[in-house]
């Protein structure tokens, strides 16, 4: 029988359509979590704030967001890339997190979540503007971690990358026999991690056994980071 870790917990998924929010939602679910599974973009400055205010209590936050990563050789980077990246991927953060604190001060307790990437930990050729914006992401929860402790609310990140998904690893390019090689060759694990593995992880983090971790960015990536 599953221990119901998130029983009763109203859990806020953004992206939820992508990256890891089928399976988050389907891993919470299993725990007894009522998801508020949301698909918007959040480009928009206005609608973290909307969607926060339409799904009423929220007991945990999860920052899941995505989007296609450029592979851009350094001298070719321009403005545009830069700006829309960061866009996608670190603006939305600090404006849901604005958004569902004072809910979580009132109550002196809640989960932050954020999905972020092992690109911010080491190198990737040709990946400089999306690993520069998930480092942010990692950045921001570390800062934000210490400023929330003492209102009991713990803000932390996964830090992954070859897990089994299908925004950044969809089934054709599992298929490939090159990336099968790649996956023997700079992944210890030998293979990807799997979105269940993943997901329940995400699921104890955000539970009343994980209180104890403040700011923390977990690497969930088979061994391929940080080395």
Same mark, same amino acid.
């Given at each position: 029988?599953?221990v119901?870790? $998130?029983n009763?917990k109203r859990?806020?998924?953004?992206?939820?359509?992508?990256?890891?929010?089928?399976?988050l939602?389907e891993t919470f679910? +299993?725990?007894?979590?009522? *998801?508020v599974a949301?698909?918007?973009?959040?480009?928009?400055?206005?609608?973290?704030?909307?969607?926060?205010?339409? =799904?009423?209590?929220?007991?945990? $936050? *999860?920052?899941? #967001?995505a989007?296609?990563?450029?592979?851009?050789? #350094?001298?070719?980077i321009?403005?545009?890339?830069?700006?829309?990246?960061?866009?996608?991927l670190?603006d939305?953060?600090?404006?849901l997190? @604005? &958004?569902? $604190?004072?809910?979580?001060?009132e109550?002196? +307790?809640?989960k932050? $979540?954020v999905?972020?990437?092992? &690109?911010?930990?080491r190198?990737?050729?040709?990946?400089?503007t /999306?690993?520069?914006a998930?480092g =942010?992401?990692l950045? !921001? *929860?570390?800062?934000?971690?210490?400023? #929330?402790?003492p209102?009991?609310i713990q803000?932390?990140?996964?830090?992954?990358?070859?897990?089994?998904?299908?925004?950044?690893?969809?089934?054709?390019?599992? =298929?490939?026999? @090159? !990336?099968?090689?790649?996956? @023997?060759r700079?992944?210890? #694990?030998? +293979?990807?991690?799997?979105?269940?593995?993943?997901?329940?992880?995400?699921? /104890?983090?955000?539970?009343?056994?994980a209180?104890?971790f403040?700011?923390?960015? !977990?690497?969930?990536?088979?061994?391929? =980071?940080?080395?």
């Amino acid at each position: 029988m599953t221990v119901q870790l $998130l029983n009763g917990k109203r859990v806020l998924i953004t992206h939820a359509d992508a990256f890891m929010g089928p399976a988050l939602c389907e891993t919470f679910r +299993r725990h007894g979590a009522h *998801v508020v599974a949301d698909g918007a973009p959040l480009l928009n400055p206005d609608e973290p704030a909307q969607i926060v205010a339409a =799904a009423g209590q929220i007991d945990v $936050l *999860v920052v899941n #967001l995505a989007m296609a990563a450029p592979s851009t050789p #350094l001298t070719a980077i321009d403005d545009d890339e830069w700006q829309r990246v960061f866009r996608s991927l670190v603006d939305p953060l600090p404006r849901l997190v @604005k &958004a569902v $604190l004072p809910q979580m001060q009132e109550r002196r +307790r809640g989960k932050i $979540l954020v999905m972020g990437s092992a &690109a911010a930990l080491r190198g990737i050729r040709l990946c400089a503007t /999306y690993s520069a914006a998930r480092g =942010a992401q990692l950045a !921001f *929860v570390q800062a934000a971690g210490v400023e #929330l402790a003492p209102s009991n609310i713990q803000i932390n990140a996964i830090a992954q990358n070859f897990v089994d998904n299908p925004t950044y690893f969809p089934p054709e390019v599992q =298929a490939n026999p @090159k !990336f099968q090689e790649r996956l @023997k060759r700079e992944v210890p #694990l030998g +293979r990807l991690v799997s979105a269940a593995e993943d997901t329940e992880f995400a699921a /104890y983090l955000c539970s009343e056994h994980a209180d104890c971790f403040v700011g923390q960015a !977990f690497p969930v990536c088979g061994g391929w =980071a940080p080395r």
